[in-house]
DNA sequence: CAGCAAAACAACGTCATCGTGATACTGGGT
DNA sequence: ACCCAGTATCACGATGACGTTGTTTTGCTG
């Protein structure tokens, strides 16, 4: 559950889940992440670097260059079932909010 | 991006989560929720609040007691897959690390 | 109405994380 | 050997979340 909590807070940060995106299509290096995302670089290397650690990214040095490629492309299911969910909810807030007016 | 990383969020906390299962089996007030737990009641009220507004769970007072029930139960697949994910995170490190030594 | 248990709220200290700016490391090309 | 682009790391300040303690509200019961 210490963990899981772990692995959930991973997610819960937009710049790394917009680093995530960017990774979608593919194996991209650190520039083209910074490029894509438009932020830092040391920011995007951080973001990867903890991705890297919790096993959802891996790093592949490719000469001068280090590509970063999502290794279980389901995290984006997992992802795709949050944002579902985080649209029933909302829908179900609406509901409570109309029964009471 | 920005408000599903909101949502993540909900989940990075292990005393939130604790929460969540607690309520798995059906409805539970509040001084249920803190029995299960081993939580203050005044972190048990804080995290159902929190729970509340980001729509996972509902609150239905009752007499003097106050019931908390979770709305949509595939939240629970969620963490399920967040789960496998996990694992397989775990699995994946150790082949790397075995690839190394 | 007084008293009591359940639940919510407020204020506070503490700790982790985020983003930035500056600096170090690394490998390839000249 | 040197320089340069790419990448990683460090130190720092700011912000926000967590948990606790103490207090307040709420609704039942006698």
Known sequence: MEAL??????????NRLAVLEALRG???NVTAVVDKTGL???????????LTIAG????????SLVFYE??????FKLIGQAE???????RQQLDALAAIL
């Open 5 to 14: 909590a772990e692995y959930f807070k991973v997610f819960s940060e937009p």
């Open 26 to 28: 593919g194996p991209l």
């Open 40 to 50: 830092s670089q040391a920011l995007v290397s951080k973001h990867l670097k903890l």
């Open 56 to 63: 959802v990214v891996q790093r592949r040095p490719e000469g």
């Open 70 to 75: 999502v290794i279980d492309k389901s995290v």
């Open 84 to 90: 579902k969910l985080l649209l029933a909810a909302r």
